[in-house]
């Protein structure tokens, strides 16, 4: 107890320091609004208050392109993938020629559908959207590939698994998530096999 008033008595009676530099009190508030300091601590201490706004704004349309570029290019390679696939499944060669014209098809359509999903992705009604899809797309392809004709199989099915690979991939992971484990159901109820 006699140490505590000792060491209290002894750290009231120190001298205070004088600063190195001597600043007026003009000059440190300059100082301080110059750098923000205010307004950092304020926005920290007060984030509701800020000038943020919820509302993003649209990107440019250079910007736009480009995000768009990044899902049309894999997309179609994924496209051509499958149809070289479908046509290998059912002993097919196809050519080049064959490959290229259906190319030429289905290249602009997919990148008008994936510009403008992944233009308005955030929109609740695009999410939507994209997830009635994908219920109609992924069914449909499971039961062509089970009791399709090989001609149909052939034609249509590197489009529905390109478009619902799409689907899933820009779907928010819950509905993503919903959408395979109501197809799952589907096909295990239908009893529609996935591996042929």
């Known amino acids: 107890m006699a140490k505590r008033r000792q060491t209290t008595q002894a ?4 001298p205070t320091q004088k600063p190195i530099v001597e600043i007026s009190e003009d000059e440190q508030w300059r100082l301080i609004e110059q750098t923000g300091v205010l307004r950092k601590i304020s926005d920290i201490q007060n984030p509701g208050d800020s000038e943020i706004t919820d509302d ?3 990107l440019p349309l250079a910007d736009e392109i480009f995000n768009a570029v990044v899902y049309i290019i894999p997309s179609t ?15 097919k060669k196809p050519t080049a020629g064959e490959v290229a014209g259906r190319l030429v098809t289905n290249f602009p359509i997919l990148s ?13 009604r695009m999410q939507l959207a994209l997830f009635i ?7 449909r392809m499971i039961w062509l590939i089970n009791r399709g004709s ?12 390109t478009i619902w690979l799409y689907t899933v991939v820009q779907l928010k992971l819950n509905w993503a998530v919903l959408a395979l484990v109501m197809i799952g159901t589907w096909a295990w109820f239908t009893e529609m096999k996935l591996v042929l």
């Open 11 to 14: 750290a009231q009676t120190t």
């Open 56 to 58: 993003v704004e649209p």
């Open 77 to 91: 390679f994924f496209l051509i993938m499958m149809d070289i696939l479908i046509h290998q499944q059912y002993a």
């Open 112 to 124: 008008i559908f994936v510009f403008y999903t992944t233009r308005h992705k955030a929109n609740p």
């Open 133 to 139: 899809l994908s219920l109609g797309v992924g069914p």
């Open 150 to 161: 090989w001609l149909v199989n052939m034609r249509q099915c590197p489009q529905f698994a």
